[in-house]
């Protein structure tokens, strides 16, 4: 497992932008797979994006295509959201995840592939 710990979130009006950091413990993020997930109150914890391992492919939930953008700086063990044009509906709780080899054969979407989990940042966008 590695330490993982998000920062960025905060309050934002609709239509606004922010950015989400996840700093790892680490310093081998480059051979993860990693993901940011995202929990409203009452809500099942749902997935947002991943990237993965090695040449660092994209993946998005529907709810946030062509909004956030999930990037990765391996020289500074850090992966990023980037979360544009935000709604209302994006405020939860988000959570940075990382699936360190050996891998979980679980789809990348699904929470129980990641072994490693943050403690979550607040993200709020007010209508």
């Known amino acids: 497992q590695v330490q993982l710990v998000e920062s960025g979130g905060g309050l934002v009006q609709a239509g606004g932008s922010l950015r989400l950091s996840c700093l790892a413990s680490?310093?081998?993020?480059?051979?993860?797979?990693m993901g940011w997930f995202r929990q409203a109150p009452g809500k099942e914890r749902e997935f947002v994006a991943t990237?993965?391992?090695?040449?660092?492919?994209?993946y998005y939930g529907d709810s946030v295509k062509g909004r956030f953008t999930i990037s990765r700086d391996n020289a500074k063990s850090t992966m990023y959201l980037q979360m544009n044009n935000l709604r209302p509906e994006d405020t939860a709780v988000y959570y940075c995840?990382?699936?360190?080899?050996?891998?979980?054969?679980?789809?990348?979407?699904?929470?129980?592939?990641?072994?490693?989990w943050g403690q979550g940042t607040q993200v709020t966008v007010s209508s």
């Open positions: 995840a990382a699936d360190v080899p050996p891998y979980s054969s679980y789809s990348y979407s699904s929470r129980v592939k990641y072994d490693s």
């Open positions: 680490e310093r081998t993020i480059n051979s993860y797979v």
């Open positions: 990237i993965s391992a090695g040449f660092g492919m994209a």
